[in-house]
């Protein structure tokens, strides 16, 4: 029933560790995309997907790496975290098609990713 | 760099009453702009839109006013309820931008019993 998912909730992981969040979204929505949200609330987008071809990449360090295995998934690979990395990640989704709601997005629960 | 900002942090209202929630945003190229609500624990919720050939709309107890003069967009949620208490985003966008959100820094409305 869930419209945007993600795994795990929560992580807990090392400084140097490589990990992957996963996103899935059963909308039938073409653009995908990930945020990060920092401790003070604040929302920054940082990649986004359309048909599995990525279209926005906001200048974030290449241990990123997202991945689209087909439009229903978009992945965040992170390699050698950094405590610095410490945040919440949102996966959101977005229609393509128009109407009035053309360019909303619709956000998943969030990833609490927490570096040791 | 373009921002997008609110005024206040956070707003304590009772309820039953009015909560007014302000954003100011610097893109004048934005033509798009979105509240979304975020509750503890969730991520956002989209609330309400407005287009920028708008200059007023209205939800279920939701209005946004957007004055493009002064590049201000307000979010006015009618007889406030305790469920209404979270963080509230603006957010602005160019549709030309592969709908690209640029997000302020949020405002807390806390509802008082």
């Known amino acids: 029933d869930t419209a945007v998912s993600q795994t795990p909730k929560y992580l807990v992981t090392q400084m140097g560790n490589d990990k992957s969040i996963k996103c899935e979204q059963n909308l039938g929505h073409d653009t995908m995309y990930w945020y990060k949200q920092d401790s003070k609330k604040f929302l920054k987008i940082m990649f986004s997907?359309?048909?599995?071809?990525?279209?926005i990449n906001e200048t974030v360090p290449n241990r990123f790496s997202p991945k689209s295995p087909d439009k229903a998934h978009l992945n965040l690979h992170i390699n050698s975290l950094e405590l610095g990395d410490s945040a919440v990640y949102f996966c959101?989704?977005?229609?393509?098609?128009?109407?009035?709601?053309?360019?909303?997005?619709?956000f998943g629960p969030g990833t609490r990713l927490t570096v040791l | 760099g373009e921002s997008v900002g609110l005024h206040l942090p956070t707003l304590s209202v009772q309820e039953g009453d009015n909560s007014i929630i302000n954003c100011a945003y610097s893109?004048?190229?934005?033509?798009?702009f979105i509240w979304y609500k975020q509750e503890s624990g969730k991520g956002p919720q989209f609330i309400i839109d407005i287009r920028s050939n708008m200059d007023k709309r209205q939800g279920q107890r939701v209005t946004v006013l957007l004055n493009k003069t002064v590049k201000h967009l307000s979010l006015q949620i009618a007889a406030t309820q305790p469920g209404d208490s979270a963080v509230y985003f603006c957010?602005?966008?160019?549709?030309?931008?592969?709908?690209?959100?640029?997000f302020g820094t949020g405002t807390r409305l806390q509802v008082t019993l």
């Open positions: 959101a989704s977005r229609p393509t098609s128009g109407g009035s709601s053309y360019n909303e997005q619709f």
């Open positions: 893109n004048s190229a934005s033509d798009y």
């Open positions: 957010a602005e966008a160019n549709t030309g931008t592969a709908s690209k959100l640029t």
């Open positions: 997907y359309n048909n599995k071809e990525l279209i």
